[in-house]
């Protein structure tokens, strides 16, 4: 290659490797007098409006966050060598305010077997607990706090019997400890069971999507009025985490037993006067026969005012069947834990009408029902 011919290439590569340079340098300042500087943080979009259901979704919680509180409960443990006392943290739940005297209605299985239990309002204030009263038959158990002029406003109260599948519903607790969390949900199902104490049903559970799970207990189900509709007991998971199917105690429920806790420390369903068991309703299936035996007639009760007639053992221990109640107001009576919930529906005072079996001839016998026990 000549000099003549190398001079110019090597002018065109300089040129070219210059021009590379000055690019490579150049393209974030045009970046940037194109888009402005990177360190600057980029303009906000309005936001506008929320959506009607957020904003409904919003207040629901606003106006009933203060009324939540959360539950801690202790447990006295003894040590064993030095005989000293002390109450650790046993678990924990949710509850509301009831009324306002300070009530606070929670789970019984939050407050169960603790020997004591501290309330913790939204503002941050806790407040020592004493147990007002328990129904374990329908997993609901009564607190009361002093917390002064300063009380939280009671939930409203609303109605559990009208609800119907796919209603908006919304959850308030502490799930894990996280204090006043909300989620939401429908209503997936109406008049479920689950087991509780004693072999009994606890019956007419709301079931939800809205996720509950561990220290959701006792805290309030509600609806899109912000009313009370349940008390979250319970979830179906595997894992023990929620699994989108919880359930709620009804309000109607609720608000039929709470008032008894408060006036007597115990929760009584209005009684026929008459003793029956499981094992009564076994020999009646084996002899072929459905309902309730009457093993017993109290004396003075509805039932002795009736003329009902209990089973009794003749001279020579054959059993004899008295009368078998097999429906009650129309709605069939299978066994005993049917005639309790029959009977949990209903008050003091109320008029029924029994369907007896007796001596092999269906019959109806009027009672008015008297206060339970």
Known sequence: MTKDRFVPRLVLV???????????????????????????PRVVSPRGDLAAQEQTTIAIFEAARDSVVSITTESRVVDFWTRTVDDVPSGSGSGFIWDARGHVVTNNHVNEGATGALVRLADGRAFRARLVGAAPEHDLAVLRIDAGAEQPLPLAVGVSETLRVGQSVFAIGNPFGLDWTLTTGIVSALDRELPAERGRVIRGLIQTDAAINPGNSGGPLLDSAGRLIGVNTAIYSPSGSSAGIGFAVPVDTVNRVVPQLIATGRYAPPTLGIAHDPRGDALLARAGVQGVMVLDVTPGS????????????????????????????????????????????????????????????????????????
Do not use: C, K, N, Y
């Not at 300089?14 to 600057?40: F, K, N, S, Y």
């Not at 009650?328 to 079996?357: C, H, K, Y």
């Open 14 to 40: 300089t040129l070219a490797v210059i021009l590379v340079m000055l690019v490579w340098r150049g393209l974030p300042l045009l970046d940037a007098a194109v888009h402005g500087p990177a360190e600057i």
């Open 302 to 373: 509805p039932a002795a005012a009736a003329g009902l007639r209990p089973a009794r053992i003749t001279d020579d221990g054959r059993l004899v069947f008295g009368d078998v109640i097999q429906s009650l107001d129309d709605t069939p009576i299978g066994g005993s834990e049917d005639l309790r919930a029959a009977l949990d529906l209903r008050q003091a005072g109320e008029r029924v009408e029994l369907g007896i079996l007796r001596d092999g001839r269906v019959s109806r016998v009027a009672m008015t029902l008297a206060a339970g026990q």
